[in-house]
């Protein structure tokens, strides 16, 4: 009977140790937000584990979640849970990434067959009309889009990139890619068309 009070004596000593820590946080020490991170890094990747569909997102929403509270620290009530308050911004951040992984992943499925779509006829009429090599004509095409978009097109058709991680490679932002994506494509059907194509 004696382990309960214990390990709740136990619980309220590491409470009263994020509440001491938040303390000096708004003070100014910014060494004592290092170990409220430490103290609940772990709790918070398992948390974004469970939520995410992606676990390659994990480690960029678990900054993103300590950026926020860190952020929020004046709206924590000293004295109340500070690991519940932390928690509840875990499962936000998290959810919110997890509606945007969805609808992203429709929007490229729809993207995807968009293009196809609109490169379907060049193709079609080159088997009747072109007497080159289809493949060595849409690569030629390719060839002429000028960087990025060249470089986008090929990490999101051919290297199988979403649009989220070539803009996390290109420090860009993933309408961006989406935008260069959508102008490629005008690009490439308009350079197959030049070829004769009707």
């Given at each position: 009977?004696?382990i309960?009070?214990?390990?709740?004596?136990?619980?309220?000593?590491?409470?009263?140790?994020?509440?001491?820590?938040?303390e000096?946080?708004?003070?100014?020490?910014?060494?004592?937000?290092?170990?409220?991170?430490?103290?609940?890094?772990?709790?918070?990747?398992i948390?974004?584990?469970?939520?995410?569909?992606?676990?390659?997102?994990?480690?960029?929403?678990?900054?993103?979640?300590f950026?926020t509270?860190?952020?929020?620290?004046?709206?924590?009530?000293?004295?109340?849970?500070?690991i519940?308050?932390?928690?509840?911004?875990?499962?936000?951040?998290?959810?919110?990434?997890?509606?945007?992984?969805?609808?992203?992943?429709?929007?490229?499925?729809?993207?995807?067959?968009?293009?196809?779509?609109?490169i379907e006829?060049?193709?079609t009429?080159?088997?009747?009309?072109?007497?080159?090599?289809?493949?060595?004509?849409?690569?030629?095409?390719?060839?002429?889009?000028e960087?990025?978009?060249?470089?986008?097109?090929?990490?999101?058709?051919?290297?199988?990139?979403?649009?989220?991680?070539i803009?996390?490679?290109?420090?860009?932002?993933?309408?961006?890619?989406?935008?260069?994506?959508?102008?490629?494509?005008?690009?490439?059907?308009?350079?197959l068309?030049s070829?004769?194509?009707?």
């Open positions: 009977m004696a309960l009070p214990e390990s709740n004596e136990h619980a309220q000593r590491s409470e009263l140790n994020l509440d001491a820590c938040v000096a946080v708004r003070a100014g020490d910014r060494e004592a937000y290092r170990r409220i991170i430490e103290a609940c890094e772990a709790k918070v990747r948390i974004l584990a469970a939520i995410l569909p992606e676990q390659n997102d994990v480690d960029d929403i678990a900054q993103e979640v950026v509270a860190y952020t929020k620290l004046s709206d924590y009530k000293v004295g109340s849970d500070f519940a308050w932390l928690n509840a911004i875990t499962r936000n951040l998290a959810l919110n990434e997890r509606r945007r992984w969805f609808r992203h992943a429709r929007f490229k499925d729809k993207f995807e067959a968009e293009l196809e779509t609109a006829p060049y193709v009429g080159f088997a009747g009309h072109y007497e080159g090599n289809v493949l060595e004509a849409l690569r030629e095409c390719l060839r002429r889009l960087d990025p978009a060249r470089r986008v097109t090929e990490d999101f058709y051919f290297r199988d990139l979403s649009s989220d991680e803009a996390r490679r290109l420090g860009r932002k993933g309408g961006w890619v989406r935008l260069t994506l959508f102008r490629a494509r005008a690009a490439i059907a308009a350079c068309q070829k004769g194509v009707s």
